[in-house]
């Protein structure tokens, strides 16, 4: 809509939002999810007319931020009404994803270390929603996922200290022992986190009975039960995006920034790398936390396996190969996660390989090891940079 | 006197120190590349471990022990120079974490293709030597013969780089390519081969680190049989210093015996959490080791 006067483009948006909105009351069967559809279909709308300005995006960054959150949020919540129950997990899954890896991608980003512990982070958060909701099973989930973040602030700081005299590959070799360890760790609190069989919920998260009453109407309803948590990851996962989008655009990112290409030039204007390198650990601790205590939510349970090495190298491989240091990237990175079993199944069933073979049950960390190995070599700007590369010399032209 | 040899201490001191040369062979292991190209090897265990399969499930169970050791030494060599070339040579003067990034996917790669090709069920090495303690006054004292054939290879091995690289021109070579390549250069010296021979080297100590740890009856060998090993490696080279061979020794012979007290005090769970104490504790007070002189990072 380059070149379009700011009063045609809210005609156009408004006629668009009037016509959305006829659509879904005429296409939708019942009044409730018709209201449902219209309310996102708006949302839609008003979003892409106010991104559509460059000029709006140029004087009011954090509300475009905000906008581009939205709409991602809205067009994602929209699709899981349509999508299968199987679908919208993996969605799920990888949507908490996403959020560990926005957090590894702003350490890498941001400060130029690399952490190979974000799978025992993504523990801590899991465990602390885990245990909490064990012995407290009232309280909120909002809460609930506030304490997990919390605790993997409080780990990411513990660790993190170190990491102010670190560089590189010790910090890397250090967070790889943390999550050798953290198996250990559980195991010395076995009364609390359950050893070895981890633990379950008391109870599912079900969606609070406003929200039921209000859209459970009709076939294709927005929001039920099973899509509840789903919705819910979706919003978390949005409101993450917006804070990490501010984060990277704000003073303290820029800072960071300057750290991982210079730390000299850093110190000189005055900026405190030990300051810069913790805080940059703890925002990728919490994060990777916040994701973590999602899968608990989803999974209804947690148990200590999932939260080992491999977990981590697997964040790595994702946040490098969707682009590393960059937020789409990260997003990225999350859908590859959320679909990569569903390809693999894919390829094992058209190879004709023995889907209980070894060949087959190791195709996932080949095939995710030699791409993290080739990316790195070959386009260590991942997915994320090539497309940007792409677009930018499309532009040029 | 024999009381004293199979009381309670100085079976942990014992016992420890047979952990202990095992992560003194990775902490050299990783010394030695750490030393000559700046990269920390996060496959050094996965590289160790096919050579392992290699020597040993290729040739089993026709050949005699010594003879896969041998295989597996070889192929120790060869994944070494081949990774040099491949993959760690495109990788020189790239920002830091490239080569953590890389090394890492390289590992799950050969973790991956190592469970594919010959599953992840563990599997026994016959050993020669027996795993079960000496009697003294039928009492048991903590050392069997396995033991002390791992200590006594240990020191075999350690002798034999230290050897190489402080009596040979070889040595002097290796040395010197790693310490200032340039000036190495313009002397004569062939800085690429020496980098390359750096890695073989260090491959083949891991390569007899991992023939060891996979004789161990409790380990066995599987793909993944070195990750814990490499931890506390790695928590050894760091705490001696990744600069310092003799440092990396001696940590680790030192975390072998203080992690056996901490397991036979307090809990085993404790180990590997009190070895990342130490880490954490001496990273922060001596970041480049304990064993290094204190050097500061050229700009």
Not at chain 2, 22 to 32: E, G, K, Q
Not at chain 2, 52 to 67: E, K, M, Q
Not at chain 2, 82 to 97: D, F, M, N, Q
Request: hydrophobic share 55%; glycine share 10%.
């Amino acid at each position: 809509m380059r070149g379009v006067r700011s009063n045609q483009r809210v005609v156009a948006g408004t006629a668009l939002g009037v016509a959305a909105v006829l659509a879904s009351i005429l296409g939708v069967g019942t009044a409730r999810a018709a209201t449902a559809f219209s309310i996102a279909s708006v949302v839609l709308v008003a979003c892409a007319t106010v991104l559509s300005s460059s000029e709006f995006r140029r004087n009011h960054p954090v509300a475009a931020r905000a906008a581009i959150s939205l709409l991602a949020v809205d067009v994602s919540i929209v699709l899981t009404a349509f999508f299968s129950a199987t679908v919208d997990d993996n969605l799920a899954i990888g949507a908490a994803m996403s959020i560990v890896l926005l957090g590894l991608s702003f350490l890498t980003g941001s400060s130029g270390q690399i952490s190979l512990g974000n799978g025992a982070f993504m523990g801590v958060g899991a465990f602390t929603v885990a245990v909490w909701a064990n012995h407290h099973p009232t309280t909120p989930i909002a809460v609930v996922l506030i304490l997990a973040v919390v605790a993997g602030a409080l780990v990411g700081l513990l660790l993190g200290l170190p990491a102010t005299r670190l560089r590189g590959p010790y910090l890397a070799g250090m967070t790889l022992a943390f999550s050798v360890a953290f198996g250990a760790v559980l195991n010395l609190f076995g009364t609390w986190t359950g050893g070895d069989s981890g633990l379950q919920l008391p109870t599912a998260v079900n969606a609070p009975a406003w929200v039921l009453h209000f859209f459970k109407a009709g076939t294709s309803s927005l929001t039920t039960n099973s899509v509840w948590l789903v919705d819910i990851t979706i919003v978390t996962a949005g409101i993450a995006l917006f804070f990490m989008a501010n984060l990277f655009a704000s003073r303290t990112g820029r800072a960071m920034r300057l750290v991982r290409d210079n730390d000299v030039a850093a110190e000189l204007v005055g900026i405190s790398l030990p300051r810069a390198r913790v805080i940059a650990f703890i925002v990728s601790a919490s994060y990777a936390a916040l994701g973590g205590g999602l899968w608990t939510l989803i999974n209804n349970a947690v148990t200590p396996s999932t939260y080992g090495f491999a977990l981590s190298v697997t964040i790595l491989s994702l946040v490098v190969i969707g682009g590393i240091g960059t937020i789409p990237g990260a997003l990225i990175g999350g859908l590859i996660y959320a679909f990569a079993a569903n390809v693999i199944a894919w390829f094992t069933a058209h190879t004709g390989l023995n889907p209980q073979g070894n060949v087959a049950s190791q195709l996932n960390g080949i095939i995710f090891g030699g791409l993290l190995v080739l990316t790195i070599l070959f386009a260590p700007t991942g997915i994320a940079g090539f497309v940007r590369r792409r677009f930018a010399a499309w532009r040029a032209r | 006197m024999s009381s004293f040899l199979t009381s309670r201490n100085v079976a942990d001191v014992l016992g420890g120190i047979t952990n202990g040369v095992i992560y003194s062979l990775v902490a050299l292991s990783l010394v030695l590349v750490w030393r000559s190209t700046r990269i920390l090897n996060f496959a050094q265990g996965a590289m160790a471990m096919i050579a392992t399969y290699i020597g040993f499930a290729v040739l089993a169970p026709t050949t005699s022990y010594w003879i896969s050791m041998a295989v597996a030494i070889l192929s120790g060599l060869v994944i070494g120079g081949a990774t040099e070339r491949v993959i760690v040579r495109v990788l020189y003067g790239k920002p830091e974490i490239n080569p953590v990034v890389a090394m890492v996917g390289f590992l799950l790669v050969l973790e991956s293709v190592a469970a594919a090709i010959w599953s992840t069920a563990s599997r026994g090495l016959a050993t020669p030597f027996s795993m079960v303690d000496w009697q003294l006054n039928h009492k048991p004292v903590a050392m069997s013969p396995f033991a002390l054939y791992e200590i006594i290879t240990a020191v075999v091995v350690m002798s034999v780089i230290a050897g190489l690289f402080q009596f040979t021109k070889l040595g002097l070579r290796l040395r010197a390519a790693a310490l200032a390549p340039e000036v190495s250069r313009l002397l004569g010296v062939r800085v690429g081969r020496m980098l390359t021979l750096g890695w073989m080297l260090s491959s083949a100590v891991g390569a007899v680190t991992a023939v060891l740890v996979a004789s161990n009856y409790f380990t066995g060998l599987t793909p993944t049989a070195m990750d814990g090993v490499f931890a506390f490696g790695f928590i050894a080279a760091a705490i001696g210093g990744l600069d310092s061979p003799v440092g990396a020794l001696l940590s680790g012979i030192a975390l072998g015996v203080i992690l056996q007290f901490v397991g036979d005090y307090l809990n085993s769970n404790a180990i590997i959490l009190v070895a990342l104490g130490m880490l954490i504790v001496s990273l922060m007070v001596r970041p480049n080791g304990v064993f290094t002189r204190s050097a500061q990072r050229r700009v």
